[in-house]
Structures are given as C-alpha cells and as structure tokens.
C-alpha cells in the first residue's frame, strides 16, 4: 500500500501563531483528505484535495501531486485548533481501489 | 443530512462476549468503511464495501471478526468472542465511489 508520512509529529503553540504541517506520500494519488481529529475524537474534515490549493477562512491546503506531498496551513491558531491533523490518502488503481492510507498524524497544541 | 451514524457511542464488556457495532451510511453513498483507531497502530482500515459487496477485508484481525452490509443503509461489525486486545475506537465512514469520505463519531469499545 502507499506509504503517508506527516510531519512535523508534535507542534506545539501559542495562540495567533501561524504554522504548516507537510504530508509525504510514496506513489500518485487519487484522493487526498486532511482531517482534523478533535479532542472528542471525532474525525472532522478539512479539505478533499488531490490536488491544487483550496481554502477555508484560516485553513488552506496544497497538494502537488506530481511531487506527491501536501501542505496545511493554520493561521492565526486558536485553542479550539488543538487535536490530531490526519492526512489520508486513496490510490484509485487495481485493489486498493477506494482505500483510504492514514498517516500518523501531527498533534497539534495551541496555549492561550 | 445526519452524517455517518454509528451506535453505540461507547460499549463495555466483558471478555468473550459477542460485540456489534452498527452504522448507518450518508444517504447516496455508496462505498462503506470500518476503521480502527489505537495508539499503537493508529487508523487502520479492517474492511470495506462497495455497493454492498465486501471489496477488501484484508484488515480484518482474524476470523473473530465478521461485517455484513446487508442494504445500502446498514452495516454491522461483529467481534466474537471479544478480547481485552480488541478495545479501540472503531470508526465507519461512507463515500460516493471514491470521493470524499466523511466518518461517524465512532464506538469506543473496552473488552475488560
């Protein structure tokens, strides 16, 4: 299966700061998915983007799928952006069709 | 729409009992997943369903656990018998084809 490293693992931060968080993946994809895991646990999503930049309001994403990574850029964090941020991955070939790969995900703390 | 609905939210029992977790698909979607989440391992995909039809259970522990979609708006995860190493956050998440994936708020299960 495609292999999905994020990084950093830990960030830790003070509210207003601004921050990016990378997503490496091992082969092209289909399907690119940035979660966000609240401290509820429960798995909110961010953007649907297999490639290109979107936005939402002090969210944005990037993929560049030909270099296969992308990028989630938070500014302005608040407390309420603290949890674990998942990018996911799908192939969209043969039998991995419609898998979702998770990576590890990076834990993010914002302090007031 | 009400979203992925997974039931129950948190489940006890006690080891070697029979465990079910249910869920309920975004009206349309036709590609279903159950997901488990633990520190150890992270997310990992057990099973999913395309139109109804199980597409790849590789993920699947092991014959303890069995999943059925028996309609377009039902699936069920079976554990049995269930043991201590099974307690995890399970998750179901749907999909039209390969799009976008929006998840349920999961089952915390603990096998005591």
């Known amino acids: 299966g495609i292999q999905v490293e994020q990084s950093p693992p830990d960030l830790i931060l003070q509210e207003g700061a601004n921050s990016t968080l990378r997503c490496n993946f091992s082969?092209?994809?289909?399907?690119l998915q940035w979660f966000h895991q609240n401290p509820w646990g429960q798995l909110i999503n961010l953007f649907y983007?297999?490639?290109g930049t979107k936005q939402n309001g002090r969210l944005s994403a990037t993929t560049v799928a030909t270099e296969r990574y992308s990028l989630l850029y938070i500014s302005s964090s608040q407390t309420t952006d603290s949890g674990v941020y998942f990018c996911a991955v799908e192939s969209g070939r043969g039998s991995t069709l419609g898998r979702l790969y998770f990576g590890r995900g990076t834990q993010l703390t914002v302090w007031p | 729409d009400a979203g992925v609905i997974q039931s129950p939210r948190h489940e006890v029992t006690e080891m070697g009992q029979e465990v079910t977790l249910r869920c309920k698909p975004i009206?349309?979607?036709?590609?279903l997943f159950w997901y488990r989440q633990t520190m150890m391992r992270g997310l990992e995909l057990l099973i999913y369903?395309?139109?109804?039809?199980?597409?790849?259970d590789s993920g699947m522990p092991e014959d303890r656990f069995s999943a059925k979609m028996p309609n377009a708006s039902f699936s069920t995860l079976k554990i049995q018998p269930s043991e201590p190493r099974d307690s995890a956050v399970y998750f179901c998440a749907s999909s039209r084809g390969q799009l976008e994936a929006f998840f349920g708020q999961g089952t915390r299960l603990t096998v005591v």
């Open positions: 082969d092209s994809v289909n399907n």
């Open positions: 369903f395309n139109n109804n039809v199980p597409i790849d």
């Open positions: 009206s349309g979607h036709n590609s």
């Open positions: 983007i297999p490639s």
